[in-house]
């Protein structure tokens, strides 16, 4: 878990907030998945949004889309985490991008991309 | 050594790196992404060959078109930073990337685009993301039932409009001169609509919001006075700017930025470097017309690679 908060976030965030979402996002009580669980919170038309899914596809890494249009819930969510509306917004076993960024989520991931 | 570097993704790079691949020109293509500024329009309908595309669509497009001349021409995924002259004669240049690399090229065809310009006003930066959005495709869906305002009349203002109807409750299209300058026939079906409202001579002053944006001030520059319009949204959409920072001080720019380059032949100011698309300082901006010019910089480089002229 240290490991995630020392690497920081993409977007300024209390750190309650962050250490919330890092217990989350591990809740076997600080085990490091191998694979980190990532959440895309999208929108239908969003190009960013396909071009961060096609990027996962290619690279075989499982996650969890939420459709931001319409599930209100997951937008809230996706407000707190994120402290702004646009999309993508993508978490990384806690840690929060804005938009897609190919090498910073690649770094995350510890994938060659 | 290369032939070649080409600076870019979009339609002008990729158009470039066919025709050069297919005069075998030993040839680098250093882009981010493919597809260019496009990449982001939901349905383009004047890519000559196709009645209708999404950006998307084309991006993948134009991308397997010049991959399929892999590895005749050599593609990485990186930034260029920096173009300088390596060598007088006979005439080289150093293109360094973000990634670390340097490479040596006998001509350099900068075709890197432009980017988004900002509106400038205090409230935009605070509340970027916070209701202040650049892309009206994205982000449209999140201000369902809201009151938005778009700002710019040209093709880009208009597609915002269109891409946020099926959602806002009302858009407010604010036009700082008397006249929309985007195409005849988008500007009629949005002012069809019900709910689109378009107020001219406005100069946006102020994005006012705490945490979100709440409404956009602006001034009517006719009468000079200032108004307050509640509004939970602002879609920029003024233009762009041109990315030829890598190439600043090196190469003549215009007033704002462009390369100037010779409409004959793409050439820019230094010996060795073209230029095409958007980062120039010609009149139009359209992917046909970036591809065209850059289609008329490569011919001219591989005469000028093959007789020195």
């Known amino acids: 878990m240290a490991d995630v908060v020392a690497r920081g976030i993409a977007v300024s965030m209390p750190f309650s907030a962050l250490f919330f979402n890092v217990l989350r996002a591990f809740p076997g009580a600080g085990i490091i998945h191998r694979m980190k669980s ?13 071009l961060a899914k096609d990027f996962f596809a290619k690279n075989g890494v499982a996650y969890t889309e939420h459709n931001v249009a319409d599930d209100l819930k997951a937008r809230a969510e996706m407000v707190e985490k994120s402290h702004q509306l646009g999309v993508p917004v993508i978490d990384i076993g806690g840690e929060v991008f804005v938009g897609f960024d190919k090498d910073a989520l690649s770094k995350a991931l510890g994938i060659a991309g | 050594m290369y032939d070649l570097v080409i600076v870019g993704g979009g339609p002008a790079a990729v158009a470039a790196g066919v025709y050069a691949a297919r005069k075998k020109m030993a040839t680098l293509l250093v882009a981010e992404g493919f597809g260019g500024q496009s990449i982001v329009s939901a349905d383009i309908h004047n890519w000559i060959g196709e009645k209708s595309i999404s950006g998307v669509a084309l991006a993948e497009r134009l991308e397997a078109h010049v991959r399929g001349y892999e590895p005749a021409i050599e593609i990485w995924t990186d930034r260029v930073e920096s173009v300088a002259l390596a060598s007088v004669s006979p005439r080289s240049f150093s293109v360094v990337t973000k990634k670390g690399k340097t490479v040596e090229a006998r001509a350099v065809l900068i075709a890197s685009g432009s980017r988004r ?3 400038g006003v205090p ?7 916070k209701g202040v959005a650049y892309c009206s495709i994205c982000d449209a869906p999140l201000f369902g039932g809201k009151d938005v305002v778009v700002v710019g009349g040209g093709n880009a203002g208009l597609e915002a409009v269109v891409d946020l109807h099926a959602y806002a409750k009302t858009i407010t299209l604010l036009q700082r001169s008397e006249v929309l300058r985007g195409d005849p026939v988008t500007q009629e079906m949005i002012r069809a609509w019900g709910n689109v409202h378009i107020i001219f001579n406005a100069a946006i002053e102020e994005i006012v919001g705490e945490s979100f944006v709440s409404s956009v001030r602006y001034k009517d520059a006719k ?3 200032s108004n307050l319009l509640a509004a939970e949204g602002v879609f920029v959409e003024i233009g762009s700017m041109p990315n030829s920072d890598i190439v600043k001080g090196f190469v003549e720019l215009d007033e704002i930025g462009r390369i100037q380059v010779d409409p004959r032949t793409g050439r820019a100011s230094s010996l060795g470097i073209w230029a095409a698309g958007d980062v120039c300082d010609g009149l139009y ?5 970036a591809a065209g010019d850059a289609i008329r910089a490569l011919l001219n480089i591989y005469s000028y690679l093959h007789s020195g002229k």
């Open chain 2, 123 to 129: 409230g935009e930066d605070k509340l970027d993301g």
């Open chain 2, 223 to 225: 009468t000079g006075a």
């Open chain 1, 38 to 50: 990532v959440t895309v919170y999208s929108t239908p038309t969003c190009v960013y949004c396909k």
């Open chain 2, 117 to 119: 310009k900002r509106l």
């Open chain 2, 285 to 289: 901006q359209q992917n046909n017309i």
